[in-house]
């Protein structure tokens, strides 16, 4: 590839580095910013070849266009500026930066001093100013070509009351799969092959959400003890899937892997991370947005913006307040929509994201805007709905065409499982979609995303099994062949799998579960990229049946329309119709009772849904039918005898 040698003034829009067939234009934000050099290196990313000064500014856009420029360039930027962190400005020429808009991001972080805008160790912290270079340490972006061939993909659309999600990691999921080719186990073309999409298919899944793709930062702590942030919740660029995740080429492959599921007719959901960046605090790296504009990315204390606002847990907050930073956050997802095809989003800490100036929660208005774009209002949009902020908790405070992560069903179900007193009433709510939270602002079932495990935590085999975490294995004994004791774990896995399957709302299966994965009794596997984390392929006996339970179960549900109701239940007859849409039952078969809803011992419910009041229809207007189906729990620690209705339902 010829060395560009000429720069032209180029365009302010679109940001990032975008080839237009004859040249690729550069476009940069920053308003605090002197001067802004792009450096281009050879094609391994650690020689400098050639610097050029952007000299068009444009409404704070840096801009510029090289003729000679192609695809597989490597590049990244040196931002000129005050550095005064005591007002809040971090620029640093001696350090490389990345492009918060680049498609592509080659190589990886090697920690060292150098990749600080500060001293390390220096008596006075990060107001001193570090002189060192830091390309050599630095990954590069390169300049992509975005054409691909999507021979007439179509999304799914799986409507809300057919979803099932199954929440997989790319690289933990394939790894250790025999049938998969090894040399493309763990990465997106291993997702895609027929092996992986025949286990899905058959489990019954609609939704597969992929833990965080975008490119990531393993923690300087983390490799120095020899770990990796396996789950990649350290985003440091919002446009560029991961590389670590693919063989060669990780925007054409991840292409290819939701082409090919979409053909198979699976949605794929992705888990962003726009709360935070791996940048951390005011002592940690400069990789990208702290040195190309710190004040207009992140926010800061108002009373002292050396210091970062930390309602993520992670050292800093993206301050979505901020024009800009709220620019790159719709311009990234409605990249992945219109460029990388993917049907949604779950979002990490959202809370974080709607937060207004005096810190408290403007849930409202902020989640109502972004999904008023025309293209955001087309996926599906989930919110982990809390961050570690003051007032973070806003479980059921979203509004309409938001679904969010149903914590409550997670700790009522798994409550009531273990045997705990008083729940009955709760239980009922939350197998009927969490109306309660829900309900009176206008939202639908489907706004209850209903779990009882998930990547965070104990796996479920892990759950019945340890009573506390056992994290070791992160540098910080409960198996057991007793058979008695084995079949009572395996049976409470079923429970809490047939509970969730048979709950209105939408189930979300964590990958592997289905297969009675195991952790160890690891509860933070963040860190943990080995066979720990891996899915292990080679079943036993007792696994296999728990797989076949699965896939029965989640086929009911599919099969039967009463499970998965597009509209809340009522408790009584629908207009028109005769019947109860869901009748609550003592064990005796008698309606339960005001008394019996209060009941402290009381462990047992029947859920009689009424087929005959299934009053809903298909796309085309026609009036759904369905059977009666008659649901028993038993939390009691002894069986305990159920009488069929009286009145002939059953």
């Known amino acids: 590839m010829t060395t560009p040698s000429i720069v032209w003034p180029g365009h302010p829009y679109p940001l990032g580095a975008t080839w237009d067939g004859e040249g690729v234009n550069f476009a940069l934000y920053s308003a605090h910013a002197t001067a802004v050099e792009l450096i281009i290196f050879d094609a391994i990313g650690r020689r400098e070849l050639k610097r050029f000064t952007l000299g068009e500014r444009t409404d704070m856009v840096w801009h510029g266009y090289l003729p000679e420029a192609r695809p597989g360039l490597l590049y990244g930027y040196r931002v000129h500026g005050p550095y005064r962190p005591e007002d809040g400005h971090r620029f640093n020429p001696q350090k490389l930066l990345l492009d918060p808009y680049a498609r592509s991001i080659v190589g990886s972080v090697r920690w060292s001093d150098a990749l600080y805008g500060h001293t390390p160790g220096h008596r006075r912290e990060d107001l001193s100013l570090d002189r060192r270079d830091s390309a050599r340490a630095m990954p590069k972006c390169r300049v992509i070509e975005s054409a691909f061939t999507w021979d007439g993909d179509r999304r799914p659309n799986v409507p809300w009351d057919e979803t099932v999600i199954y929440e997989l990691h790319v690289r933990g999921f394939t790894r250790r799969h025999p049938d998969i080719p090894p040399a493309i186990r763990g990465t997106y073309a291993g997702l895609a092959t027929p092996p992986a999409i025949d286990h899905l298919r058959r489990l019954g899944v609609t939704t597969i959400e992929l833990l965080p793709v975008h490119t990531l930062v393993d923690e300087r702590m983390l490799v120095e003890r020899g770990l990796r942030n396996y789950w990649g919740y350290n985003t440091i660029g919002y446009f560029a899937p991961e590389a670590r995740y693919s063989v060669s080429d990780a925007v054409s492959e991840f292409k290819a892997m939701v082409k090919t599921l979409h053909k198979a007719g699976f949605e794929v959901i992705l888990d962003v991370v726009y709360n935070h960046t791996a940048e951390g605090n005011e002592l940690g790296p400069m990789l990208c947005f702290r040195g190309i504009d710190n004040s207009a990315y992140y926010r800061l204390k108002d009373d002292n913006p050396r210091y970062y606002v930390d309602i993520t847990g992670c050292g800093n907050t993206l301050d979505m307040r901020h024009p800009h930073a709220f620019q790159m956050m719709m311009d990234s997802l409605r990249y992945w929509v219109a460029d990388m095809h993917v049907d949604g989003f779950r979002f990490d800490l959202a809370p974080a994201l709607g937060r207004d100036i005096r810190q408290s929660n403007h849930i409202g208005p902020f989640f109502e805007l972004l999904r008023q774009d025309p293209l955001l209002a087309r996926v599906k949009l989930i919110a982990e709905p809390w961050d570690l902020g003051e007032g973070g908790y806003q479980l059921g405070r979203f509004p309409p065409g938001w679904s969010e992560w ?245």
């Open 406 to 650: 149903n914590d409550r069903y997670r700790d009522i179900v798994r409550s009531y499982w273990k045997g705990d007193s008083g729940l009955i009433g709760e239980f009922a709510r939350r197998l009927t979609a969490s109306s309660d939270l829900y309900g009176e602002t206008g939202r639908l079932p489907h706004a209850s995303i209903n779990y009882v495990t998930s990547h965070d935590g104990f796996t479920l085999t892990d759950l019945v099994s340890y009573n506390v975490k056992h994290n070791e294995a992160n540098l910080e004994d409960n198996p057991t062949n007793d058979p008695a004791i084995r079949a009572l774990r395996s049976r409470q896995k079923r429970n809490l799998l047939a509970t969730l399957m048979f709950s209105q709302g939408v189930p979300m299966i964590s990958a592997g579960d289905e297969m009675g994965r195991s952790q160890q009794g690891n509860n933070n596997a963040y860190c943990q990229d080995n066979e720990l984390s891996w899915i292990d392929w080679k079943l036993d006996d007792e696994q296999e049946e728990m797989l076949a339970f699965v896939r029965r179960i989640v086929g009911l549900r599919q099969l039967h329309p009463v499970l998965r109701q597009r509209r809340f239940l009522q408790g009584r007859a629908p207009p028109g119709v005769s019947g109860k849409d869901v009748t609550w039952l003592m064990p005796a078969g008698d309606e339960m009772t005001v008394v019996e809803w209060n009941q402290d011992f009381a462990r047992c419910l029947g859920v009689l849904l009424g087929g005959d009041a299934f009053d809903e229809t298909d796309s085309r207007g026609q009036r759904l039918h369905d059977d009666n189906v008659l649901l028993l729990f038993n939390a009691y620690h002894d069986a305990i005898d159920f009488r069929l209705p009286s009145n002939g339902a059953c």
